[in-house]
């Protein structure tokens, strides 16, 4: 894995992580975009609701609720693509992942405005394990007090991101649009949940 670090953030990247797994990654994004219930949810920015420039799905296990922008995501359960590539990830990183948010962008108009996945559900001692299907995009991170220079993440067809702690404490990031891109990409956040 090739190792990022500015202060305050810890990231992992792993190219082409999937086809490293013998994983037939265009394969496994078709049966995604079969198998998973795509929504597009109403958020809510600044006091008005807006449809999610994006579509989304909360795959967790019972009692692994979710809520962002106003909006609780209802639970969808694990498919046998995505209990796979759990258990894969459990082996290698030793990470017992319960939940999983997946962004599908259906060209470069849909995207993920600056956030930090911060929400008080999320065990903030848990890396957060971002796995990239199709088009490459850049995921931009920027420090929230503007200490540091913000940067871009090249993500293509397959890579696997990790953002370890204290990555969400100190630093936004987001995927912003892009006019010149057609093509499809499908990301998958893998999380751990507090139970109550």
């Not at 079969?34 to 949810?41: A, L, T």
């Not at 405005?113 to 991170?141: C, K, N, T, Y």
């Not at 953002?163 to 999380?191: C, G, I, K, S, Y």
Request: charged residues 20%; hydrophobic residues 35%; contains cysteine.
């Amino acid at each position: 894995m090739i190792p990022i670090h500015r202060p305050g953030l810890s990231l992992r990247q792993a190219p082409a992580w999937l086809q490293q797994q013998g994983l037939d990654v265009l394969q496994l994004r078709r049966a995604l975009e079969h198998e998973v219930p795509w929504q597009q949810p109403l958020v809510t920015v600044y006091g008005r609701q807006h449809p999610t420039p994006r579509l989304c799905c909360w795959v967790a296990d019972p009692g692994c609720s979710y809520r962002y922008s106003g909006h609780q995501s209802p639970i969808s359960p694990w498919t046998p693509s995505l209990s796979a590539l759990r258990e894969l990830l459990h082996q290698q990183l030793g990470v017992r992942f319960n939940s999983l948010l997946l962004n599908r962008y259906r060209n470069g108009a849909d995207r993920m405005g600056w956030h930090a996945d911060d929400e008080p559900e999320l065990d903030d001692q848990a890396p957060i394990a971002s796995l990239s299907l199709g088009v490459a995009r850049d995921l931009r991170f920027r420090h929230r007090q503007g200490v540091e220079p913000p940067f871009a993440v090249r993500l293509e067809d397959g890579d696997l991101l990790l953002m370890d702690p204290p990555t969400q404490r100190h630093w936004q990031h987001a995927l912003p649009p892009r006019a010149r891109v057609v093509a499809e990409r499908l990301n998958l956040t893998f999380r751990v949940i507090r139970r109550p």
